[in-house]
């Protein structure tokens, strides 16, 4: 304690023996290195790391589990990623798993909390969109993808997101599934892949 003195009651100021056992007690325990460890590993979600960023996850709402799709099966693809390749280059659907758990890491999970936390305070522009997807995808994000990633409006009540590539399953279930991307209020999204 930085003045422990003001802690004891008057009644007990004349004690010598209750002097010497506080004295003692504040030199042999130091709580700043556990409050310093605490802000560390949990408040600070730029130096979190384990169960400070799962906290920091349930704070924002976002999970650190995606689903991620097991095979690629004949059929329609869906917004999970898990099926839709044409006839000829895929099996049918026999029952399988078709996702799987992937948790992210400490690093990528943490970029993708600040972006949910970007994503709450959004006020839904095109502008804070780019930068949410500059964030992810951008050459320094989460999970870079090859070409530009960007959010276009369609005028018409739409909006569309843009991506440079093929995005791999992770990168699907982010979009997809997180709930990171931000889609205005009566406004339909829809993902293109070049």
């Known amino acids: 304690m930085e003045n422990f003195t003001d802690t004891i009651m008057s009644q007990f100021s004349n004690s010598p023996t209750l002097w ?9 325990i130091d709580p700043s290195a556990n409050i310093d460890r605490f802000y560390d590993l949990i408040w600070n ?3 979190a790391v384990g169960y400070g960023l799962d906290v920091w996850g349930r704070i924002v709402g ?5 689903q991620i799709a097991t095979f690629d099966y004949f059929g329609m693809k869906g917004p999970s990623g898990a099926s839709g390749l044409p006839f000829d280059q895929a099996i049918f659907y026999n029952g399988q798993t078709l996702t799987a758990n992937y948790a992210l890491l400490d690093d990528p999970y943490r970029t993708l909390i600040l972006a949910k936390a970007l994503f709450n305070i959004s006020d839904g522009t095109i502008s804070s969109i780019n930068q949410i997807l500059i964030n992810l995808f951008g050459p320094t994000g989460l999970l870079p993808v090859a070409g530009n990633s960007y959010c276009t409006d369609g005028l018409n009540m739409t909006i569309t997101y843009t991506f440079g590539s093929i995005l ?5 279930a982010i979009v997809y599934q997180s709930g990171v991307l931000p889609r205005p209020a009566g406004v339909a999204a829809t993902v293109v892949q070049l």
Request: hydrophobic share 40%; aromatic share 10%.
């Open 168 to 172: 791999n399953h992770v990168q699907e």
């Open 20 to 28: 010497q056992l506080i004295a003692n007690f504040d030199t042999y």
């Open 45 to 47: 979600v730029n130096t």
């Open 62 to 66: 976002v999970g650190r589990v995606l």
